[in-house]
């Protein structure tokens, strides 16, 4: 029932930046807190951001403060994740979920960081 599809995934060069959009469907969004998860092949999934239902309240993994920021559009119901000065060790297929839903993921956007 819950459908989650990232999107602004691409090739960047170190130094750049990305915008990924999570567009969600079948659930009530505007009650739901959102997370971004991350896997590089051969690693395991690593939490990276996580927002409240309202947007109240932000959560960023370390290696990400500074650089990434999350936010969401209720109205859209839209997650994003703003990603600047991007590293060549941010390359991964990042992941959108529902926070509390363990079950539930989109398909993933590919990141990729190199010159």
């Known amino acids: 029932q819950v459908h989650l599809v990232e999107s602004g995934g691409g090739l960047v060069q170190p130094g750049e930046s990305l915008r990924l959009s999570c567009v969600t469907s079948?659930?009530?969004?505007?009650?739901?807190?959102m997370k971004w998860y991350r896997q590089a092949p051969g690693k395991e999934r690593e939490f990276v951001a996580t927002i409240s239902a309202h947007g109240d309240f932000v959560r960023v993994a370390d290696f990400g403060k500074g650089r990434f920021a999350i936010s969401r559009n209720n109205l859209q119901s839209t997650v994003y994740l703003q990603m600047n000065n991007l590293k060549p060790d941010d390359t991964a297929v990042y992941y959108c979920?529902?926070?509390?839903?363990?079950?539930?993921w989109g398909q993933g956007a590919q990141v990729t960081v190199s010159s």
């Open positions: 979920g529902v926070w509390g839903d363990d079950d539930s």
């Open positions: 079948g659930f009530d969004f505007s009650t739901k807190g």
